[in-house]
Nanobody, 114 residues
Framework: VQLQASGGGLVQAGGSLRLSCLAS????????IGWYRQAPGKQRELVAN???????TLVASVEGRFTISRNNARNTLYLQMNSLKPEDTAAYYC?????????WGRGTQVTVSS
């Protein structure tokens, strides 16, 4: 299983970014997968996830600003981030559990300047 995250960058507060996570070795149509983030000095936290049936969950701090989606044909997960805030600054990871083992993509850095 490999997860390749991309799309991070430096953006001003109020701006937007779209993260992508290309998955191989698993089928996103039958696996729950999510986006997580980790800010310096803090624990990694769940931002949003999407189940095999397409049900999406977002944490309260990003509801109304972020959208998680999945392209089954491309086996790719997305996170559309709008109205970004400085507190959204973190390394963002896509992650999933498959056959009892956790898999993580390499983080993509999102930096929001005030």
């Amino acid at each position: 299983v490999q997860l390749q995250a991309s799309g991070g960058g430096l953006v001003q507060a109020g701006g937007s970014l779209r993260l992508s996570c290309l998955a191989s070795g698993i089928n996103l149509r039958i696996n729950t997968i999510g986006w997580y983030r980790q800010a310096p000095g803090k624990q990694r936290e769940l931002v949003a996830n999407i189940t095999s049936s397409g049900a999406a969950t977002l944490v309260a701090s990003v509801e109304g600003r972020f959208t998680i989606s999945r392209n089954n044909a491309r086996n790719t997960l997305y996170l559309q981030m709008n109205s970004l805030k400085p507190e959204d600054t973190a390394a963002y990871y896509c992650g999933t559990t498959f056959r009892g083992r956790d898999y993580w993509g390499r983080g993509t850095q999102v930096t929001v300047s005030s």
